[in-house]
């Protein structure tokens, strides 16, 4: 049977470790070639690959971390070149801008040095990196932009974050208007609580885990692959009528509050 992305092309940004990892074996189970970037954890990288062409499909990792315009300028370079190598054209079908993250501080605390790199990594490398790939954005592509439940429940203890994931999603709504012409649909993806890395803290800990896990409808953390399920469906042909949405994946977490 033929895959659903058989013949697509896939950008999975920070895709060595956590819900990243999960969207590119994903994809690429579905028959993408999904191209990925990390920052350190090349044998994380090499295992995400091995394990993808085990299972007969095709991912390819850059190490490449994004930070400021040069870095994105670069890595848009090495994801074209990456792309005519391996399928003779630059197209792109599916991009998920997945990298970001912030830290726990309220307002007295924040520095400008915490809001920065919370911005930088949330909001202004999602948008350059978007602008730079736009051209070879192949019509009837996909944009899916990894923002967070932050975003709706404007967290006291996690201010910058939240402001920076709204904002995020404000791109979402805006570039769809942009790309509704060419059938591009763009939405957000809004994670909750998920048993990655950035978490482990709160997994860890029985009275924070207990207390999440009573917050959330469906009484647990999610799993990578929850998050993943949900990027494939707005990444397969049955996910192309919904465009400029904000679809929170967090199994409804502090639904009521
Ligand atoms: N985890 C959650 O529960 C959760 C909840 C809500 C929203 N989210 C959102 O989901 C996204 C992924 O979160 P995560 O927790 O899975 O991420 P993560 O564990 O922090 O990182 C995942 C991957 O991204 C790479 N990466 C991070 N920053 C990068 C950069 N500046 N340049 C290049 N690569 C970078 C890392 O590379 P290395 O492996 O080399 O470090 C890693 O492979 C984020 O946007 C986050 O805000 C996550």
Redesign the pocket.
């Known amino acids: 049977m033929t895959k659903t992305l058989a013949g697509k092309t896939a950008l999975v940004?920070?895709?060595?470790?956590?819900?990243?990892?999960a969207m590119v074996e994903r994809l690429a189970d579905e028959g993408a070639l999904v191209l990925f970037?990390?920052?350190?954890?090349s044998s994380?990288a090499e295992a995400v690959v091995a394990g993808v062409d085990a299972r007969g499909g095709r991912a390819i990792a850059i190490q490449?971390?994004?930070?400021d315009d040069d870095s994105i300028s670069r890595f848009a370079a090495s994801v074209t070149a990456t792309l005519r190598e391996a399928t003779g054209s630059d197209g792109l079908d599916i991009l998920v801008n997945?990298?970001?993250?912030?830290v726990y501080g309220g307002i007295p605390m924040t520095t400008p040095e915490v809001y920065d790199h919370t911005f930088n990594?949330?909001v202004r490398?999602p948008f350059f990196l978007t602008q730079a790939l736009l051209p070879q954005l192949r019509d009837g592509g996909r944009v899916i932009n990894?923002?967070?439940?932050?975003s709706r429940l404007a967290g006291k203890d996690f201010v910058v974050y939240s402001m920076s994931?709204a904002a995020l999603d404000m791109f979402t709504k805006v570039l769809a208007k942009e790309l509704g012409p060419r059938g591009i649909p763009v939405n957000s993806v809004?994670?909750?609580?998920?048993a990655?890395?950035?978490?482990e803290h709160e997994m860890n800990d029985p009275e924070i885990r207990q207390q999440i896990e009573g917050n959330t409808l469906l009484g647990r953390f999610?799993q990578p692959e929850d998050i993943a399920g949900i990027v494939y469906a707005l990444a397969s042909p049955d996910g192309g009528w919904v465009t400029g949405q904000v679809i929170e994946a967090s199994g409804g977490f502090n639904f009521l509050s």
Do not use: H, M, Q, W
């Open positions: 940004t920070g895709g060595a470790r956590g819900l990243g990892k970037n990390y920052i350190s954890s994380a490449a971390p994004l930070e997945n990298i970001g993250g912030g990594n949330n490398v990894i923002s967070s439940a932050a994931k809004c994670p909750g609580f998920n990655t890395d950035a978490n999610g």
